[in-house]
């Protein structure tokens, strides 16, 4: 494959987004504390680290590190399923049902509740609780906009003070400030 196609299918569109290229790939501390210099370097002190380098691939894998309080607009995967494994910190994870109202709410933390999956369909959001470092892995390929149905009553990726007012009303729900 040329390099020109490979980089037409590359993961990209966002500048917390990095991709692999290693063909094998030893995830230790010292890889982490990479990825935590990377997240400061963007606006949003993320960084999202594609395991994968090709977007049409079966298998998708990611290392996240998020700060805390990082909005993640809840969200289903019509055709997908998705899995998380805390690394570092303490999140909050929640399933919803379709009008908005938390089905099941959970920490995870190293100690506790370390992993979650989800089938295809099911609605689903995290609020990092602490700055955290997390696995995901979720089927491929990546097909654009209809990868993730979102919901009206979740607030819109740029509105902050929205935003702001959700994460607290899913803490209070939830029982954490």
């Not at 210099?37 to 949003?44: P, Q």
């Not at 009553?153 to 702001?164: G, V």
């Amino acid at each position: 494959m040329s390099s020109a196609m490979k980089k037409d299918y590359r993961p990209s569109g966002k500048d917390y987004l990095e991709v692999n290229d290693n063909k094998v790939l030893r995830i230790d501390r010292e890889y982490i504390k990479y990825l935590k210099l990377l997240a400061e370097k963007n606006s949003m002190k993320r960084c999202t680290m594609c395991l994968h380098n090709d977007t049409r691939e079966h298998v998708h894998e990611m290392i996240h590190v998020y700060p805390k309080g990082t909005y993640v607009r809840p969200h289903s995967h019509p055709f997908k399923t998705e899995t998380k494994i805390i690394i570092e910190g303490t999140m909050l994870a929640m399933l919803f049902d379709l009008s908005g109202e938390i089905l099941e709410k959970y920490i995870m933390e190293k100690e506790g509740v370390f992993a979650f999956r989800v089938d295809r369909g099911i609605v689903h959001s995290i609020i990092p609780l602490t700055d955290v470092v997390f696995y995901e892995a979720t089927s491929g390929p990546f097909i654009g906009k209809n990868d993730s149905v979102f919901y009206g009553w979740a607030p819109e990726p740029d509105n902050e003070t929205e935003i702001i007012k959700w994460i607290h009303s899913m803490k209070q729900k939830s029982k954490i400030l």
